[in-house]
């Protein structure tokens, strides 16, 4: 059965609405998936004309309701934004409901009514000003499913990382790596892959240290301090981890296919490599959220400047409702 992907509208100011409309006249995604739209209706006609759409428009209540023909955009209407909502202005009331739809998202997430969710980009200021204080989608989604433990995941065609630590100086981030975060980020890799169907994954962890501490040549002992005791943790349940491993050579080792997902330490030793493979088909994921929520996103902004004009690209969107597909867990 082709998994249901909901596709929340983002700051609908921003290019969200374009990029859903144009990756929805991809005939692709319909036999791949069934899609439906969390936002707004009358903001969908109105980019209609915009990006030269003649999709209709159909309002559904609930995901069952849909009809998931191409030619057709099934939207569930949260219905909170006028028709005339400025493009590329920063709005409270935008930015509230950008939120209200992730809301709906994960409310029909946990109802098992949708798979997987897939986020357009919101604007941090209208988020705020909405009422709704919080840094990113990623918070959003933690909090609105009680989750404490979770990770970013990014994914090219050819290359998937997890990291242990995201968006701190380089010196805190090493500080903050031990061997329960270890441990739980390793499993959290196992446990989403494995849900979305792959056999036994492979996983590879990267060393902190150049060559991986080359047996305390480099550091002082990282490696063995913060890694090695969180994968034999994993390892004795019997999870196919390995490392750590050179990070210089592990990413090109994943890249032809020698392992399913590496684990980074810190962010640019796995955004970088991701960047270089594919930056333009990369896609940021959001995994260990309670109730096995997958989502997924487009790894780019709200773009204010150019919203509403046809100029934003949907290339990346299609990635993420892939990603999205790929890695909803088999009914």
């Given at each position: ?8 509208m983002?700051d609908?100011?921003g290019i969200?609405?374009?990029i859903i409309v144009?990756a929805?006249?991809?005939?692709e995604v ?13 903001i969908?006609?109105?980019?209609k004309p915009i990006?030269?759409s003649?999709?209709k ?7 069952a309701?849909g009809t ?9 209407d949260?219905?909170?934004l ?7 202005e920063?709005?409270a ?17 946990k109802e ?8 357009a980009?919101l604007?941090?200021?209208?988020l ?5 204080m919080?840094?990113?989608h990623?918070?959003?989604?933690a ?12 994914t090219?065609?050819?290359l998937?990382?997890?990291?242990l ?5 380089l ?8 061997p329960?975060r ?7 890799a196992?446990?989403?892959l494995?849900?979305a ?5 492979r996983i590879?962890?990267c060393g902190?240290n ?10 002082y002992?990282?490696e063995?301090e913060k ?9 004795a349940?019997g ?14 080792r ?6 399913d997902?590496?684990v ?5 030793q796995?955004?970088?490599p991701?960047?270089v493979?594919g930056?333009e ?6 995994v ?18 150019i ?8 290339q990346?969107m ?5 990603s ?8």
């Amino acid at each position: 059965m082709k998994p249901v992907i909901g596709i929340t509208m983002g700051d609908a100011a921003g290019i969200g609405p374009e990029i859903i409309v144009k990756a929805l006249a991809h005939e692709e995604v319909y036999r791949i998936c069934r899609p439906v739209v969390i936002g707004d209706a009358k903001i969908l006609e109105r980019v209609k004309p915009i990006v030269e759409s003649n999709a209709k428009i159909n309002i559904i209540n609930d995901p069952a309701e849909g009809t998931y023909e191409y030619g057709t955009i099934d939207v569930i209407d949260v219905d909170l934004l006028p028709v005339d909502l400025p493009f590329g202005e920063v709005s409270a009331i935008a930015g509230d409901a950008a939120f209200q739809f992730i809301a709906k998202s994960v409310e029909l997430a946990k109802e098992g009514k949708i798979d997987s969710i897939c986020t357009a980009p919101l604007n941090k200021e209208a988020l705020h000003k909405g009422g709704h204080m919080y840094p990113g989608h990623t918070e959003i989604l933690a909090d609105l499913t009680d989750t404490e433990d979770f990770s970013m995941m990014l994914t090219t065609p050819n290359l998937k990382v997890i990291h242990l630590t995201t968006h701190m100086g380089l010196i805190d981030a090493i500080n903050s790596i031990n061997p329960e975060r270890t441990y739980k980020v390793v499993k959290l890799a196992h446990e989403t892959l494995s849900r979305a169907g792959f056999d036994n994954p492979r996983i590879a962890v990267c060393g902190i240290n150049p060559h991986a501490g080359e047996n305390g040549l480099f550091g002082y002992g990282e490696e063995e301090e913060k890694l090695q005791p969180g994968i034999e943790q994993a390892q004795a349940e019997g999870i196919n981890v390995t490392g750590p491993l050179p990070a210089d050579t592990l990413f090109f080792r994943a890249g032809r296919g020698d392992f399913d997902i590496v684990v980074a330490c810190y962010h640019d030793q796995g955004h970088a490599p991701i960047k270089v493979m594919g930056i333009e088909d990369g896609v940021n994921i959001t995994v260990g959220l309670k109730g096995g929520i997958i989502r997924t996103s487009v790894d780019h902004g709200t773009a204010f400047d150019i919203a509403g004009k046809n100029i934003a690209a949907e290339q990346s969107m299609l990635a993420a409702i892939n990603s999205a597909i790929e890695l909803a867990p088999k009914r």
